[in-house]
Structure formats: C-alpha cells, structure tokens
C-alpha cells in the first residue's frame, strides 16, 4: 500500500522538480546574449556543430551582438554551475580585454579550469601557472630575453638553420619541380632552433630528409586535445581520462612520448649544464630554497618549446599565404629587401643571396615588420586565451561577470570588427602597422586592439625575438623564390591551441629573378 502510494508522490516530487527547473532555465537563458543554449547540455550542441570552424564560429557570434562585442553562455545549464563554473563570457571589446589584461590583472589569472586542463601537458610551467610560481620563472625569463647572449645565440641558430637546411631543401624542390608543404618545413626549423635555445639540443628535424619525430607528432596531438578539453564541460574529459578511453586515451600515449623526450633533454643537462634557458633554470630554487624538481624543469622546457615553436612557425605560413594573394605587397617586400641588402653589401646581387639577413639587417625591414604584424592580427598564433574570474566584476562595457566564471577574449575575432578596424578591417594591409611616411613602424596608439603578443604583466617576453626570427626567415625565402600555391590545394584552419592550417601550406617555387632597378632603389 506505501509502495502504491509512493509512486504518484515521487511523480508529483518529480514535476515540481521538473517545472522549477525550466522556469529557472527560461529565466537564465533570457539573461544570456550569446547563441541559443539548451536545457542541461547549455552550448555544447553549437560547440560541438562548430567545432572545425569555432574561430570564425566566436568572430559571428561577437559580431551579431551589435556594438557590444561580448556575449554571455554557458556549456551547462544547470543551477550552482551554471553562473559560475560553466558561465563564460566572451568578448573582442578593446578595452574588456585591457581590463582583464592589465587593469584587473590580479582578478583574472589562467585560474583552476585552464591550469586543469593543461596540467598534464605544461604543469606549472609558465604558461599554466599563477602567483609565486610565475612570477619567478618570468623574472628568470626576463633576465635571460633582454641580454645580447641570447640574442646573439638566436641569430646563429636562425642563420645556420637557414643557409646550411632550408635553403638546400628549398633549392632542391626548385630543381625537381615538387611542392612542399611550408608549414612543415618552418615548424620544423623553429622547433630546432627553440630546441637549441632552451636545452643546447638540436634534433635536426630539418634535414633533407624530413626525418619524421615522434615527439613534434606527440606534441601536436596533446595540444589539440588539450584544447578541447577546455571547450567542453570538465567532467566529460575527466570520466574519459578516468577509463582510459576517447580522445584521453590518445593524450595519454602521446604525454608518454612527450615526457620521454624532454626527460631525455633535462638529464643530458645536469650532466653538461651551460647558458641555454634550461641550465639557467637548474641554478634556481623554489619557495622552500630547494632545488627544481626534474619534472618541473622538464615542464618549464616544455613550455618555451611550446612559445617558440608554434607561435612564429604558425604566423610565417600565415604570411606566405597572404603574401602568395597580394602580389602588391609581395614585390614592396621584395623591393625594400634588396635595398636594404644593397645599402649594407653593395650591388653585387650574388652576395645577397651568400648569406641569410643578420639580425641588424633585419631590424631595418620597416614594411616586412609591419606585413608581418597585419598578418598577426587577421591570423594571431593564438587566436582566444581564457581567465579565471576571482572575484565578482564588471567589465568597461557594463557585463557583470561572475566569479568562478571563465572570461574568453578574442584576439581573432578583435581584427573581424568593423567597430575596432574600420570598414576595412577584412583587408590584409601593412600600412595600419606603418608611421604616415611609411618609413617607420608604428603598432595603434590602443595597444589593446593588437594583442598577438599578450598584453599587461604577461606581455610575450620573446616579442622582439620572434620578430626577428620572422624577418629573417621571411627575407630569405622571399628573396630566393616566388611562392606559388598547389592548384587545388586548401587552406584551412586546424582545431588547436595554436592556429595551424589543417592540411599544411603546399607551394610550388620559382627561383626569384631580382630586377637591377631594385638593386639601386637603395
């Protein structure tokens, strides 16, 4: 008789449950300005459809909230979580992201939803870690990026890699009449050179050859999962991890491969320390006065890896490809190339070719500087970074955040708007970067709009580095060869952490033939 009298009770329990629950639900949603969510699964749906475009995806979404540039969702709508662990807010508004960045810093640190998802992969490297953690190893970093020595080794690096590998490769593609995949080729140099800068190691992943490596494959594949991982609901990713099964199982063999290889570095280094960034690293000592952990240093190695890696490699193919596009810009490139080298070598064209730029040639390549900034600004290496939000706020613009929620800035979606860039701002142009003569180069007054290289006290250390590792791989294929696209061949975007092309840059060459004019244009 209970058991019978149970049942319509429960039923009743159930449909009180039920219907408060979708009067909360229609009550949350209205307060939500994004695209459509649903009962409990939120935004996931629309994630999940959009996922091999979500750039784009966020760019539509930023702009069909009118003038605002920032809208609210969740990935699950579920009361307690819904405004806190699964609320996002998401913006490509200058001065939210300035706000964020600089004037609320303490207030938005990568935070428990970011430092989870990339433990596995960074630890508490630099790119994963807050407070005390990063604070010391920036102070090292920085020490290390404003002296000569590590300018000067970067120049030997980029220089040998260019003249004894990438030239050989290029040269004999040249001769053979086959195309290459470029963003393999640049992936591969950064990655020797990052290598040698951090641990003194070079992997000789550009040889001619193109020897495959395990680690580069390994690493990948971690960061697109990685990636997702921050995308989707945490406890999805978890329960996979837990059983080992999905895509987690797969991050797990590649964390394996990955682990090995920097485990491989860091020992060959406590036997032979010298001044790479890693042997820095192991004469410092954590809060308690002890020295780093060999799994620390792996992952703090591991992190500039990653910096120094994806981030030029990836913006450099960017920049061939519009480049290939812009025949325009692609001879004002040239142009200033051979009068730069013309001014520092003579006329003799052959000596402009003996070697790769030096770096002091480099630094006066005002328009290459400025074509590769445009390029950083339609196609940013990373293209959203995520906070935590501490502590309750509210935004320039008038957004309440809460805290515990997750605050998504858009760089890639900032360059799309036409309310920041103008009418134009869809159009690959090196002037925005250039002084009104031209002549020099000039990043926007609002340092907020152009934020390829972070901004506020997480500014990107390796700015002027990477610039001119850019520019000198820039100008050495530029003045050797004319870049011509695989007919057929599609540029698409790669669901990553970094924004690599899904299926490479594949181009066919020419040798370049340099016009006498513009030997003397100097």
Same mark, same amino acid.
């Given at each position: ?80 979580? %819904? ?47 807050? %407070? ?74 550009? *040889? ?31 329960? $996979?991890?837990?059983? %080992? ?26 036997? *032979? ?5 890693? *042997? ?31 981030? *030029? ?82 935004? !320039? ?46 990043? !926007? ?9 972070? %901004? ?28 011509? !696209? ?26 370049? $033939?340099?016009?006498? $004019? ?5």
């Amino acid at each position: 008789m209970l058991q019978i009298m149970d049942t319509p009770l429960l039923l009743t329990l159930a449909a009180a449950l039920l219907s408060a629950y979708f009067v909360w639900f229609l009550h949350f949603a209205r307060t939500l300005t994004g695209p459509k969510v649903w009962p409990l699964v939120g935004s996931v749906p629309n994630l999940i459809v959009n996922r091999n475009r979500i750039h784009d995806w966020i760019a539509g979404n930023l702009r069909e909230s009118g003038g605002a540039a920032t809208y609210q969702t969740c990935t699950l709508s579920l009361p307690l979580v %819904g405004r806190k662990q699964c609320f996002f807010t998401v913006t490509s508004n200058p001065r939210n992201i300035e706000h964020v960045l600089r004037t609320r810093f303490e207030n938005y640190p990568k935070g428990p939803h970011w430092q989870a998802a990339f433990h596995d992969l960074l630890g508490q490297g630099i790119f994963n870690s807050d %407070g005390e953690t990063w604070l010391m190893q920036r102070k090292t970093a920085a020490l290390e990026f404003t002296t000569r020595t590590l300018r000067q080794a970067m120049a030997r690096w980029v220089n040998r890699t260019i003249k004894n590998r990438l030239w050989c490769i290029l040269d004999k593609a040249v001769k053979e009449k086959v195309w290459v995949d470029l963003q393999d080729l640049l992936l591969r140099l950064t990655f020797d050179n990052i290598c040698g800068l951090t641990f003194g190691k070079d992997p000789e992943t550009l *040889s001619p050859d193109l020897p495959e490596n395990p680690f580069t494959l390994a690493f990948d594949t971690a960061t697109e999962i990685t990636l997702q991982r921050l995308l989707y609901p945490g406890i999805l990713w978890r329960l $996979q991890k837990l059983l %080992g099964i999905g895509k987690e199982k797969k991050m797990q063999q590649s964390l394996k491969i990955v682990e090995t290889y920097m485990n491989d570095a860091v020992s060959a280094r406590e036997k *032979s320390p010298s001044d790479d960034l890693l *042997s820095r690293f192991m004469k410092k000592r954590d809060a308690s006065g002890n020295p780093l952990s060999a799994a620390a240093l792996r992952k703090i190695a591991l992190n500039f890896v990653l910096a120094g890696r994806d981030t *030029s490699s990836v913006a450099l193919s960017w920049f061939f490809w519009l480049v290939m596009n812009h025949p325009a810009v692609e001879q004002k490139l040239v142009d200033e190339i051979t009068a730069v080298l013309a001014s520092t070598r003579g006329g003799d064209r052959r000596k402009w070719t003996e070697d790769a730029v030096d770096f002091e040639e480099a630094e006066k390549l005002v328009y290459l500087k400025a074509a590769l900034a445009e390029t950083l600004r339609l196609y940013p290496s990373v293209p959203e970074d995520f906070k935590h939000a501490v502590a309750d706020d509210v935004l !320039p613009d008038g957004t309440a955040v809460p805290a515990g929620s997750t605050v998504t800035y858009s760089i890639y979606a900032v360059a799309r708007m036409k309310s920041v860039w103008g009418e134009d701002c869809m159009e690959f142009k090196p002037e925005r970067f250039l002084s009104v003569e031209g002549n020099q180069f000039e990043p !926007p007054k609002d340092g907020y709009k152009f934020v390829a290289f972070n %901004g506020g006290p997480r500014t990107c250390l390796g700015k002027d580095l990477a610039y001119l590792q850019m520019k000198s791989v820039a100008a050495a294929v530029l003045l050797h060869y004319r870049l011509l !696209p695989v007919p057929g061949h599609q540029v698409q975007q790669k669901m990553s952490l970094t924004l690599f092309m899904k299926h490479g840059l594949r181009v066919f060459l020419e040798p370049r $033939q340099l016009q006498p $004019q513009a030997a003397t244009s100097a």
